[in-house]
């Protein structure tokens, strides 16, 4: 008999990093291969389960952001280090860095929408980065609300960042505004080659991949990676499905020249 | 091997086979039709032919039988998660009567459950113990269209039974530990071909040339926002719909163990998109309608190669506000041709 697919294993929480009120990262033992994009099905036994993007790959263990919005998240949050949630997974295809490499690369991301790149901004951000060159446009709604600010700095020593905010009624000292202002301004060298990655809420993308074919790129060198309900990871529940896509196994990560078409 | 005999030769067979196997069948359940004074014709365990509804449509398909509405998948303590045990567990297997539309159906449950990546491990546990008994239609039901849908023809079952008259049975047994049984009881051995329908009185045409973005902008699905009440009862009856929602639940006598059920979901009714954080996609109905419609007659076929709808009808039956399935795709059809295809 075939391996049963529905039993999430127990992982121990190593770790868990405050980033925001609402949103931690938890650090989750887990030995196996995965990839940036791909997600997980977390769950508390009672709650429910819900799908997570990895947001950070070590030896070892794999890094889960998430955002107290739901059931599942909102009970995720009692957990300490020490304790244990039970995952399956991973799910879904990822990003594969190769498709990127010897390129300009800009990566557009929006609030938790930075967990699934940032396994590939570290890795094209790193000493040896194999892309040409690395902007990271990304916006949050205030300045409270910037996941992953050492990552931030750390990135700036190799790639043009931008961090913008919707609203800063403090004096957070980051550009107000939405990250669709600095597409235009993009300074790229060959836009025959050069890459780009969208992840955000739906009308975030919409308007960067826009922006993004205004300002020349072509539409098979952007990809997206897309939010659905999941109740399966397999392809078998439904919630996912969008045309001739499930998202769960076909994404969630895109090219545009096919991501475009997939009308909900 | 074809075998003709009395139905009492078949009940006894019928009640040899109930020894090793839960045999399903359509049922008629008096009284149990949501119009008052009239009957159910649903699923149920039977143990002699009289019990089979031969000449009536069940409303809810087979599925109901193997695909329970609600399914334990594993029970849960804070700390370890142990396996259901199989509703087949102890027996060597269920026998499942239904109609040419639904074997065709099955194959396209089969398509998901075991061939979309990889196999879901409580759908095959059941189904590889699966026997499959056609029962064959004389006559199409006035809201079937399997003639165009081409699924009223099928050679893949382990056996047909049909009735012919008061006291015949024509068998077609395909599966060779059966023939022992059927070869006792025997009247007479001879090649029995089950009936088949020619023509259905419903009729659809799918449209060839036919595009999402095309079928999108189609005005008429926006008559649906209103008209559909997104109960959900076209996909519950459907044979063909797969779609789940994972559910947990606590025990009220122990609140730190429980069971993760799946449960039938619905792309018609709210909260089948939604994502934490309040996002959903497909708010009206008309969308949902235009989604479901797709799927049945495009996107299942552009992934698969075989269009997912089999033409049973349930859906139509089934549709409180009177909404013909059957007409969405010959409007579907029309608008298309009218505007040119693509």
């Known amino acids: 008999m075939e391996e049963n697919n529905y039993l999430p294993f127990r992982s121990e929480v190593i770790d868990i990093i405050r980033h925001t009120k609402l949103e931690y990262t938890f650090k989750m033992a887990y030995n196996g291969a995965v990839l940036p994009g791909q997600f997980f099905e977390v769950s508390i036994p009672g709650f429910g389960e ?50 990127y490499a010897g390129r300009e690369l800009v990566v557009i991301a929006g609030g938790t929408g930075v967990s699934p790149v940032r396994g590939v901004i570290t890795h094209f951000a790193s000493q040896n980065s194999d892309a040409k060159k690395l902007t990271v446009i990304a916006g949050f709604k205030t300045p409270e609300d910037i996941l992953f600010r050492k ?21 957070g000292g980051y550009p107000v505004g939405l990250v669709t202002e600095y597409i235009p301004k993009l300074d790229i060298q060959d836009l025959n080659t050069a890459a780009a990655i969208v992840v ?65 | 091997m074809g075998y003709i005999l009395s139905k009492e030769g078949l009940n006894k067979i019928l009640s040899a086979l109930s020894k090793e196997y839960m045999i399903f069948a359509p049922k008629i359940f008096e009284n149990g039709n949501k119009f008052s004074d009239l009957p159910l014709v649903r699923y149920g365990r039977v143990n002699s032919v009289d019990e089979i509804a031969f000449d009536a449509k069940s409303s809810n398909s087979f599925k109901e039988t193997f695909m329970p509405i609600s399914q334990t998948l594993f029970f849960f303590t804070e700390d370890a998660v142990k396996e259901a045990d199989s509703p087949l567990a102890g027996q060597k297997g ?12 099955l194959k396209r449950l089969d398509e998901i459950y075991l061939n979309n990546s990889e196999a879901d491990y409580y759908y095959k546990r059941v189904r590889d113990k699966i026997k499959f008994v056609l029962l064959p239609c004389k006559e199409p039901f006035a809201s079937c269209f399997c003639v165009d849908m ?128 309040g996002g959903a996609y497909r708010k009206k109905n008309g969308e949902r309608m235009r989604f479901k419609a797709l799927h049945k007659v495009l996107d299942f076929k552009q992934r698969f190669g075989y269009t997912m709808c089999v033409g049973c009808g349930r859906c139509d039956d089934i549709c409180p506000e009177y909404i013909s399935f059957s007409t969405i795709i010959n409007r579907l059809s029309g608008e298309v041709t009218q505007n040119g295809g693509e």
Request: glycine share 10%; charged share 25%.
């Open chain 2, 94 to 105: 269920a026998i499942v009567f239904l109609r040419s539309c639904d074997i065709h159906a």
């Open chain 2, 150 to 277: 081409q699924s009223n023809k099928t050679e893949s079952y382990d056996a047909s039974v049909e009735i012919d008259g008061e006291n015949t049975v024509c068998i077609d047994c395909k599966n060779h530990e059966w023939d022992c049984f059927f070869k006792e009881a025997a009247q007479k051995v001879l090649p029995v071909t089950p009936s088949f329908v020619v023509e259905t009185k419903t009729r659809v045409s799918v449209p060839e040339q036919l595009s999402a973005a095309q079928a999108t902008a189609l005005g008429f699905w926006a008559e649906y926002d209103g008209r559909c009440i997104n109960c959900g009862r076209c996909n519950f009856s459907c044979p063909t719909c797969t779609c789940y929602t994972m559910q947990d639940l606590f025990y009220s006598d122990n609140g730190r163990a429980g069971e993760r059920r799946r449960v039938w979901a619905s792309c018609m009714v709210d909260g089948f998109t939604d994502v934490a954080g």
């Open chain 1, 151 to 171: 990552d931030f700095e750390a990135w700036k020593k190799r790639a043009a960042v931008i961090l913008t905010v919707d609203k800063d009624e403090g004096n």
């Open chain 1, 200 to 264: 955000g809420p739906p009308p975030m993308m919409r308007f960067s991949t826009k922006g993004l074919i205004e300002r020349g790129f072509k539409e098979s060198n952007i990809w997206i990676s897309q939010e659905r309900r999941m109740c399966c990871g397999i392809g078998k529940c439904g919630h996912c499905k969008v045309n001739e896509v499930y998202i769960c196994l076909d994404g969630p990560v895109f090219n545009f020249s096919r991501g475009r078409h997939l009308i909900d």
């Open chain 1, 50 to 99: 819900a799908p997570i993007s990895v947001s950070g790959i070590d030896s070892g263990s794999v890094d889960l952001t998430i955002r107290r919005v739901g059931n599942v998240t909102g009970e995720l949050f009692t957990r300490r280090p020490g304790g244990a949630l039970f995952m399956r997974g991973p799910y879904g295809n990822g990003f594969a860095v190769g498709d």
